[in-house]
């Protein structure tokens, strides 16, 4: 970890906060152990000396649970969540990104979705947020989260839930494309974390129902991705309404110009953590998409399952509720299954786990934050009921499968809503998944939406090449014979 030049040589943050961590002005936060507490000027208001601890209500005991790395310096109730999820071991970007966070630096993370980034950050934040006793004012969040989709915003906001489970910390999600009334009221409750797209997040400041001045933590997830996106102007205008004294985390995949010139805008001495992305494995793996109208999903895992005589699978999707809904139609076809998801008792998973183990169920129904634990050998087949959002999350997928060696066989659903997912699955793994239409769900229409795709990128890049200017060797003339260099050759003139 490092602090990069590139951040530290602005000159007009010399009059900004944490010159250092001692002496902080007046009406700024405290420490988050032991330090003065807030005055009653500061933002939060109404109190002197040393923070009292938060109040909980009583709960039973925590189990007594060892954690390795970083996971073992964190609060108790946070440990105890990580167990509930089979965290032991931390990944790379957690273990680097954690420490600085939970002491209150900046931090610039270059990471991809799939390395473990999401927990990253939103472990450090709630610690922090969890050790504030007074309750957040109405329309008044304590922290703000941006990301630059709705499907990102939710996952984080699942993170969240899952990671703080046994804290008193409130949250919620707030994005287009929905009604906006139930984000107004949560918002209005009060809220420690706000999680966001850049539009609505505008929409709802400028209605008043959200104001920004009380944040003491911002993170911005996808930069690079926001700027694809062109949100750049929207994220400035959110900054401009932020409160100058915060913590700030900033994560990219890849770092542009553009964006290292947005991260010097936000962060004070960063320290820098770099996660190269993990290489896709996947070319032992038998891999396969299938084109079938999204309501005969379940009727082609049906028939997949009977036809191939498939012993153990793993089936992936979205949603919860989906998980649950999946396992009743391959119950009614007498096909043995059990959910995993987030709903489930920690008790119901670990029942699912072991009837899958000793082969009392033949197919786990997933979604991938649930999927996490499952550490099972003899997996035959993966099916991707749902494209995942992120391309890098199909490979962890897939790669439950043949194992020490085994055969193993992904299957990938596409429907007419998937086309997009899958071209980025395929530019991610840098090869083509194979076509299967040898089922009597297949619709030709979507395979063909995709060829067409493929052919339309390989004729732009065909007419690229034919329009590119001929190299400088090719214009120059034919050179001379070794006659007419030595001046022999045709006939002289007496």
Same mark, same amino acid.
């Given at each position: 970890?490092?602090?990069?030049?590139?951040?530290?040589?602005?000159?007009?943050?010399?009059?900004?906060?944490? *010159?250092?961590?001692?002496?902080?002005?007046?009406?700024?936060?405290?420490?988050?152990?032991?330090?003065?507490?807030?005055? *009653?000027?500061?933002?939060?208001?109404?109190?002197?000396?040393?923070?009292?601890?938060?109040?909980?209500?009583?709960?039973?005991?925590?189990?007594?649970?060892?954690?390795?790395?970083?996971?073992?310096?964190?609060?108790?109730?946070?440990?105890?969540?990580?167990?509930?999820?089979?965290?032991?071991?931390?990944?790379?970007?957690?273990?680097?990104?954690?420490?600085?966070?939970?002491?209150?630096? #900046? +931090?610039?993370?270059?990471?991809?979705?799939?390395?473990?980034? @999401? !927990?990253?950050?939103?472990?450090? +934040?709630?610690?922090?947020?969890?050790?504030?006793?007074?309750?957040?004012? *109405?329309?008044?969040?304590?922290?703000?989260?941006?990301?630059?989709?709705?499907?990102?915003?939710?996952?984080?906001?699942? *993170?969240?839930?899952?990671?703080?489970?046994?804290?008193?910390?409130?949250?919620?999600?707030?994005?287009?494309?929905?009604?906006?009334?139930?984000?107004?009221?949560?918002?209005?409750?009060?809220?420690?974390?706000?999680?966001?797209?850049?539009?609505?997040?505008?929409?709802?400041?400028?209605?008043?129902?959200?104001?920004? %001045?009380?944040?003491?933590?911002?993170?911005?997830?996808?930069?690079?991705?926001?700027?694809?996106?062109?949100?750049?102007?929207?994220?400035?205008?959110?900054?401009?309404?932020?409160?100058?004294?915060?913590?700030?985390?900033?994560?990219?995949?890849?770092?542009?110009?553009?964006?290292?010139?947005?991260?010097?805008?936000?962060?004070?001495?960063?320290?820098?953590?770099?996660?190269?992305?993990?290489?896709?494995?996947?070319?032992?793996?038998?891999?396969?998409?299938?084109?079938?109208?999204?309501?005969?999903?379940?009727?082609? +895992?049906?028939?997949?399952?009977?036809?191939?005589?498939?012993?153990?699978?793993? =089936?992936?999707?979205?949603?919860?509720?989906? !998980? %649950?809904?999946?396992? #009743?139609?391959?119950?009614?076809?007498?096909?043995?299954?059990?959910?995993?998801?987030?709903?489930? %008792?920690?008790?119901?998973?670990?029942?699912?786990?072991?009837?899958?183990?000793?082969?009392?169920?033949?197919? +786990?129904?997933?979604?991938?934050?649930?999927?996490?634990?499952?550490?099972?050998? #003899?997996? @035959?087949?993966?099916?991707?009921?749902?494209?995942? =959002?992120?391309?890098?999350?199909?490979?962890?997928?897939?790669?439950?499968?043949?194992?020490?060696?085994?055969?193993?066989?992904?299957?990938?659903?596409?429907?007419?809503?998937?086309?997009?997912?899958?071209?980025?699955?395929?530019?991610?793994?840098?090869?083509?998944?194979?076509?299967?239409?040898?089922?009597?769900?297949?619709?030709?229409?979507?395979?063909?939406?995709?060829?067409?795709?493929?052919?339309?990128?390989?004729?732009?890049?065909?007419?690229?090449?034919?329009?590119?200017?001929?190299?400088?060797?090719?214009?120059?003339?034919?050179?001379?014979?070794?006659?007419?260099?030595?001046?022999?050759?045709?006939?002289?003139? %007496?």
């Amino acid at each position: 970890m490092a602090k990069p030049d590139s951040f530290m040589s602005n000159p007009n943050k010399n009059n900004r906060r944490r *010159s250092g961590k001692k002496n902080r002005p007046s009406g700024s936060k405290s420490p988050r152990r032991g330090g003065p507490g807030r005055t *009653s000027g500061g933002r939060g208001g109404g109190f002197k000396g040393r923070r009292e601890p938060p109040v909980r209500e009583k709960r039973e005991p925590l189990e007594a649970i060892r954690m390795e790395g970083v996971f073992d310096t964190v609060i108790p109730e946070i440990q105890h969540a990580l167990r509930r999820e089979h965290y032991e071991m931390p990944t790379p970007v957690q273990a680097q990104a954690i420490p600085p966070q939970v002491a209150g630096d #900046d +931090l610039f993370g270059s990471a991809q979705t799939g390395t473990g980034k @999401t !927990a990253a950050f939103t472990i450090p +934040l709630l610690q922090e947020v969890s050790s504030y006793r007074k309750r957040p004012d *109405s329309g008044c969040p304590r922290a703000l989260i941006l990301a630059p989709t709705r499907e990102l915003a939710a996952q984080i906001g699942e *993170s969240i839930a899952t990671y703080g489970r046994f804290l008193h910390v409130s949250h919620t999600v707030i994005f287009g494309g929905v009604g906006q009334r139930p984000q107004e009221l949560a918002l209005d409750r009060g809220v420690d974390i706000v999680v966001a797209t850049p539009g609505r997040l505008l929409d709802l400041m400028g209605q008043g129902h959200v104001d920004l %001045s009380q944040v003491e933590t911002f993170i911005l997830d996808e930069a690079d991705r926001m700027l694809d996106m062109g949100f750049i102007p929207d994220i400035e205008k959110v900054i401009a309404r932020l409160p100058e004294d915060r913590r700030n985390g900033f994560f990219s995949a890849t770092v542009p110009k553009a964006v290292e010139e947005l991260a010097g805008k936000i962060l004070v001495n960063p320290v820098q953590v770099k996660i190269d992305p993990e290489k896709p494995t996947v070319d032992k793996i038998d891999q396969r998409v299938l084109y079938v109208d999204r309501a005969k999903k379940d009727d082609l +895992l049906i028939d997949m399952i009977r036809r191939r005589k498939i012993k153990r699978a793993i =089936v992936f999707v979205k949603m919860k509720y989906r !998980a %649950s809904r999946v396992c #009743d139609r391959l119950g009614h076809a007498g096909i043995s299954s059990e959910p995993i998801h987030g709903n489930k %008792s920690q008790a119901a998973r670990t029942r699912a786990l072991e009837q899958f183990k000793k082969g009392k169920v033949k197919v +786990l129904v997933a979604t991938d934050i649930a999927a996490r634990g499952i550490d099972v050998d #003899d997996i @035959t087949d993966v099916f991707n009921y749902d494209l995942p =959002v992120e391309a890098e999350t199909y490979v962890h997928r897939i790669g439950r499968t043949a194992r020490a060696g085994a055969e193993g066989h992904a299957w990938t659903f596409c429907s007419k809503d998937d086309v997009d997912l899958l071209r980025d699955v395929e530019r991610f793994i840098k090869r083509p998944i194979l076509d299967e239409t040898d089922h009597e769900y297949h619709r030709e229409s979507f395979l063909n939406m995709v060829r067409n795709f493929k052919t339309s990128r390989r004729k732009e890049a065909q007419k690229r090449n034919k329009t590119k200017k001929p190299k400088r060797w090719a214009l120059k003339k034919k050179p001379r014979s070794i006659r007419e260099l030595s001046g022999g050759g045709g006939e002289r003139n %007496s």
